[in-house]
C-alpha cells in the first residue's frame, strides 16, 4: 500500500463525493412521480437561484419538499452510523462491532415506546426522547465499563451487550404488555424508517454530525498507532484514555442522532467500514472520512431501491442496506482470501 | 501534516453543510402559502386544523374503513386513490394505490393531486398526516371508538365533502337499523362469546374496542374483559370461561361450517362446549373496519346470536345449532 498523503485522502474523498453526487441525482430522478431529469435540474437551478414561480408547484413539492428531505435525512443517518461503527469497532478491537453493540438503540427504542405511551400525537416526541434515551443509555454504559477509572475495551464490551439486552427485554415486555396502546409507530422505528422528516431543523443534525466526526477525525492518528498495541502507544506519548473517551463519545452521540432521527438502521454501521478497509486500507485518518461518505452512498442507493423496488409500497430501508450492501461485501472479501 | 488532513475535512463537511443548507432557507420563506378566499377552515378529530379547498373533487384514502364509508356514501367516483389493503367493495381495487396504510408514498399521494386525503387513527401514523400538511395537502383524521362514533363520523363525512341531501339521509337509515336491532333484543339474554381477531397466537378483543361495542348492539358481551385492545389470550384461559359462542372476524371465508369442522378436529377446541354445540360464528372483516359495514356486521351476528329473536329471517342463518 502506497503511504497515506494528505493529497491522496482529499482525492479519494473527492471520488467519493463524485459517487454520492451521482447517487443523489439518482435518488432525485427516481420515484412513484415521475420527473425527467432536465425538469429535475430546472427546479433545482431555479430553486438554488430563488426564483420559485418559475417551477410548477407540482416539481417543487416533489424535488423540495419529498426527495430532498429525504436524500439530506440519509445522507446524515448514513454517514453518522458508518462513523460511529468504524470508531465502535476500533475501540472495542472486534471487527463485529457495530453502532448498536453497547446497546444506543436499545436505549433510544425506550425512549421513543416510552414516548409513544405518554404522548401519542405529539409530533417530534419520539425523536426528542430517543435521543435523552440514547444518551442516558451511553452514560449508563460509560460507568458500568470502567476498569480502575479508565474505558477498557472487553469491560465495556460486556456492559454494552448487557444492557442491550436488558433494554430489549424491558421493550418486548412493554410492547406485550401495552398492546392496546398505539404503538404503531414502533414497528417502523425498529425497522428503520426514513419516511418521516424529524421535526427538527436538519441543519442542528448536520451540526452535530460535523462534531461528531470531527472529534473523531482529530483521534485518528493515534487511533492507528493504538490499533498496533495500547502499550506501545502509550510509549509514543499517545494517552490512550482520553483518546477512548473521545471516541466512545463521539461513536455513542452520533449513534444516537441517526437512531433518533431513523430508527434502528441495520448492516449500514458494520458494512461500510470494512468495504472501505477492504478497498483503502485501515488507515483511520483516511477510513474515517471514507467510511462516512460511504455510508451516505450507500444509504441513499438504498433508500431509493426501497421507494421504487415495488412501488407505491416502501419497503423498510434496513433491508434495502443489507441487500444493497452484502453482494459488495462478499465480493470485496472473496477477492482479498484468493 | 496532521493539521492539514484536519482542515481539508472539515473545509469539505462545511461545503456539504452549506450545501445541504441552502434548499431550506428558501424553503422556510416560502412556507406560507396564503389562503384561498373561498377555502372552509375545519376541525378534525383529532383536533387538527384543515384548510379545505372550496370544492372537494379527489379524495385519497389512507385506510380500508375510509374507502369503504367513502362507497357507502355513494362518493366512490371522487376517490382518486387508496391503499392496498383497499379491498371492499371491489372497484375499491381498481384505483391506484399509494402503499400501505400505516407506511403510504408520500409521492404517490401528491401525484394523484388530491384535495383532501382522508386518514384514520386506527391505522394510520401521525407522522404521515404532519408530513402530508408539510406539503400543503390537506388531512382529515377521524377518530371513532364505537359504533355511534362511526355514524358520527361518516356523517361529518358527508358534510365536509358536500354530499346532496339525498346522502346526507344515509346515516340517519343505519340508526335506524341499528335501532331496529336493539328493539328485537330487548327481551333477549345477552350471549357470552369468545370473539376471536387472530387464531395463533390467539388475540381477541378489549372492552374499547370496535368490536366489543358491536356485540353489545347485537345482544352479547365478550366473555374477555380486558383494558388492553387486543388482548393475547392462553387456550387454557379460554377452557375456564367456556363461552357460549365463538366468534371468529377477519378471516373472509365467511363460512362458519370450514371453521367449525377444522376446530372440530383440533385437539383442546373439540372439547369447548361451544365448539359441541356448533355455536360457531364467521363474520367477515368488516366486522373490525370502523365503516358502515358495522351496521351490517351487528345485524349478522344478532341474528346468529339470537335466531329466536328473528323467526322470519332464521331459515337464512348461518350457524344454526344441529
Not at chain 1, 426527495?67 to 458508518?82: E, Y
Not at chain 1, 426522547?129 to 480502575?148: C, D, E, Q, S
Not at chain 2, 358520527?152 to 341499528?178: C, F, M, N, W, Y
Not at chain 2, 359441541?276 to 351487528?298: K, W
Request: hydrophobic content about 50%; glycine content about 8%; overall charge neutral.
Amino acid at each position: 500500500m502506497r503511504p497515506l498523503t494528505s493529497r491522496r485522502v482529499l482525492w479519494i474523498c473527492a471520488v467519493l463525493c463524485a459517487v454520492l453526487l451521482l447517487a443523489v441525482v439518482i435518488a432525485l430522478r427516481m420515484g412513484a412521480y415521475s420527473i425527467a431529469v432536465g425538469d429535475i435540474v430546472m427546479t433545482l437551478v431555479n430553486g438554488a437561484l430563488g426564483r420559485r414561480e418559475r417551477i410548477p408547484s407540482e416539481f417543487w413539492l416533489v424535488v423540495f419538499g419529498l426527495r430532498l428531505p429525504r436524500i439530506a435525512l440519509g445522507i446524515l443517518v448514513g454517514a453518522a452510523l458508518s462513523t460511529a461503527g468504524a470508531g465502535f469497532q476500533a475501540l472495542l478491537r472486534n471487527p463485529l462491532a457495530d453502532p448498536y453493540v453497547l446497546g444506543v438503540s436499545s436505549g433510544a427504542a425506550l425512549g421513543a415506546i416510552l414516548s409513544l405511551i405518554a404522548a401519542p400525537h405529539t409530533p417530534g416526541a419520539i425523536q426528542a426522547t430517543a435521543f435523552a434515551g440514547a444518551l442516558a443509555t451511553i452514560a449508563a454504559v460509560y460507568f458500568l465499563g470502567r476498569r480502575g477509572g479508565q474505558i477498557d475495551s472487553a469491560t465495556l464490551l460486556l456492559a454494552g451487550i448487557v444492557t442491550a439486552s436488558f433494554l430489549s427485554a424491558v421493550i418486548m415486555f412493554l410492547m406485550t404488555t401495552l398492546s392496546g396502546r398505539d404503538l404503531r409507530g414502533m414497528a417502523f422505528w425498529l425497522m428503520g424508517d426514513l419516511a418521516s422528516p424529524p421535526a427538527v431543523d436538519l441543519r442542528w443534525l448536520y451540526f452535530l454530525l460535523i462534531v461528531g466526526v470531527g472529534s473523531m477525525y482529530t483521534t485518528a492518528s493515534d487511533l492507528n498507532l493504538i490499533l498496533t498495541g495500547e502499550q506501545e502507544a502509550r510509549h509514543l506519548g499517545v494517552n490512550v484514555s482520553r483518546v477512548k473517551l473521545v471516541v466512545y463519545v463521539a461513536a455513542s452521540v452520533l449513534t444516537g442522532l441517526a437512531v433518533s432521527v431513523s430508527g434502528a438502521i441495520g448492516y449500514v454501521g458494520l458494512l461500510v467500514p470494512h468495504l472501505m478497509r477492504m478497498i483503502f486500507g485501515s488507515d483511520y485518518r483516511l477510513l474515517i472520512p471514507a467510511s462516512a461518505i460511504g455510508g451516505a452512498i450507500l444509504i441513499v442507493i438504498a433508500d431509493t431501491l426501497a421507494r421504487t423496488v415495488v412501488a407505491p409500497t416502501e419497503l423498510p430501508v434496513g433491508a434495502m442496506t443489507a441487500l444493497a450492501g452484502a453482494p459488495v461485501f462478499i465480493y470485496l472479501m472473496r477477492r482479498r482470501v484468493r | 501534516m496532521r493539521r492539514c488532513y484536519r482542515r481539508a475535512i472539515i473545509a469539505v463537511l462545511a461545503g456539504a453543510l452549506v450545501f445541504t443548507a441552502a434548499p431550506w432557507a428558501t424553503r422556510a420563506a416560502t412556507q406560507t402559502d396564503a389562503v384561498h378566499p373561498a377555502a372552509r377552515v375545519v376541525t378534525d378529530e383529532v383536533g387538527r386544523r384543515v384548510v379545505l379547498p372550496p370544492e372537494i373533487k379527489r379524495v385519497v384514502t389512507l385506510a380500508p374503513n375510509l374507502t369503504e364509508t367513502l362507497y357507502a356514501l355513494g362518493l366512490g367516483d371522487r376517490l382518486a386513490g387508496d391503499t392496498n389493503e383497499c379491498d371492499k367493495p371491489a372497484a375499491a381495487k381498481t384505483k391506484p394505490h399509494v402503499g400501505e396504510p400505516q407506511n403510504p408514498s408520500l409521492e404517490a399521494i401528491t401525484a394523484l393531486h388530491p384535495d383532501l386525503v382522508l386518514a384514520t387513527t386506527s391505522i394510520n401514523r401521525i407522522e404521515t398526516a404532519v408530513a402530508l400538511e408539510r406539503l400543503g395537502i390537506p388531512v382529515y383524521t377521524s377518530d371513532p371508538h364505537t359504533v355511534r362514533d362511526m355514524l358520527d363520523s361518516t356523517a361529518r363525512l358527508a358534510k365536509l365533502l358536500g354530499a346532496g341531501p339525498q346522502i346526507e339521509e344515509i346515516v340517519p337509515r343505519l340508526h335506524e337499523r341499528l335501532a331496529a336491532v336493539r328493539a328485537r333484543l330487548a327481551d333477549e339474554p345477552v350471549v357470552h362469546v369468545l370473539f376471536v381477531v387472530w387464531e395463533d397466537p390467539l388475540i381477541t378483543i378489549g372492552q374499547h374496542t370496535f368490536p366489543a361495542d358491536e356485540l353489545l348492539w347485537a345482544g352479547a358481551e365478550s366473555v374477555v374483559l380486558s383494558k388492553q385492545n387486543w388482548p393475547q389470550l392462553s387456550l387454557e384461559e379460554v377452557v375456564r370461561l367456556q363461552p357460549e359462542y365463538i366468534v371468529f372476524a377477519g378471516h373472509g371465508s365467511e363460512n362458519a361450517a370450514t371453521e367449525l369442522a377444522d376446530l372440530r378436529a383440533r385437539a383442546i377446541w373439540k372439547d369447548l362446549r361451544a365448539v359441541q354445540m356448533g355455536h360457531v360464528v364467521d363474520i367477515g372483516e368488516e366486522a373490525v373496519r370502523p365503516s358502515p359495514g358495522l351496521v351490517d356486521a351487528v345485524e349478522h351476528l344478532a341474528l346468529a346470536l339470537h335466531p329466536d329473536a328473528f323467526p322470519d329471517k332464521s331459515d337464512t342463518e348461518k350457524s344454526k345449532p344441529e
